[in-house]
């Protein structure tokens, strides 16, 4: 669902008889939404968020959420569990005045297509979205041979806003059943974006960082690691997954 745009009004008529326009006022135009939110948008609605910083996400009853981390404590994906369903998000530059879901959903069209998996435009919650199936490979686990891959429901989200945009990918039951993915939208839909000022390249990802008091702790795992002579793999609550990632924080609600 698209978010309008900031612009001027100016009564050219009056201007051109060389009447002095009324003061200027920035008007922002925003078409209704129950979400996702740009900050200046963001609802009083007593909601629980954690701060990513590009991102605030939800801690709704029933979700548990994730962040991954890289060695330098970069956070490199979110993901929030419902169940045995998933939502990944992921939140992007976008230029001023246009949005970019259209050629990002031909992108992922395109580039699953190639791998096998079968994805078809439908209209959902939130505009047009992707759904069908994609093709994953399960992790092997040791002394087995290769996990053969599988192909797996999956649907794809996006949201156009104010110089942003904002892509959900659920997976699991809640991908193949819409009855089953009522949490997760509510998730989706509580999002809050904090796009920034900084001006960034278009698709290129808004950065994220973790809450300073689950950095610390994390710190002091890795320290704790290498003070035994153990192998620096960050960890705060959970295994490494997803975005080539070595570790993780497991948030719950």
Do not use: C, Y
């Amino acid at each position: 669902m698209p978010f309008g745009r900031r612009r001027n009004r100016i009564d050219r008529s009056l201007r051109e008889r060389g009447v002095p326009p009324e003061p200027q006022q920035r008007e922002r135009e925003v078409a209704e939404t129950s979400g996702p939110w740009d900050e200046a948008d963001a609802p009083d609605d007593g909601v629980q968020r954690l701060d990513l910083g590009a991102l605030r996400l939800p801690a709704l009853p029933g979700t548990e959420l994730r962040v991954d981390v890289d060695k330098q404590q970069r956070v490199v994906g979110a993901t929030l569990r419902a169940g045995e369903s998933t939502l990944q998000v992921g939140v992007f530059a976008a230029p001023r005045n246009t949005g970019i879901w259209d050629d990002v959903r031909a992108d992922i069209a395109r580039t699953a297509s190639g791998q096998g998996a079968s994805l078809r435009e439908v209209e959902g919650p939130f505009g047009t979205e992707l759904a069908g199936t994609v093709v994953a490979v399960p992790a092997t686990q040791p002394g087995q041979p290769p996990a053969q891959p599988v192909k797996r429901p999956a649907r794809f989200l996006g949201v156009d806003g104010p110089r942003w945009f904002l892509r959900g990918t659920l997976t699991g039951p809640a991908a193949a059943d819409p009855g089953a993915a009522g949490q997760l939208e509510d998730a989706f839909r509580a999002v809050v974006v904090v796009r920034g000022t900084a001006p960034m390249p278009v698709r290129e990802a808004l950065p994220l960082t973790l809450p300073a008091e689950a950095a610390a702790r994390l710190a002091q795992q890795q320290q704790g690691a290498a003070g035994q002579g153990a192998p620096g793999t960050p960890s705060a609550g959970g295994s490494g997954s997803g975005a080539g990632a070595p570790g993780g924080s497991t948030l719950g609600s």
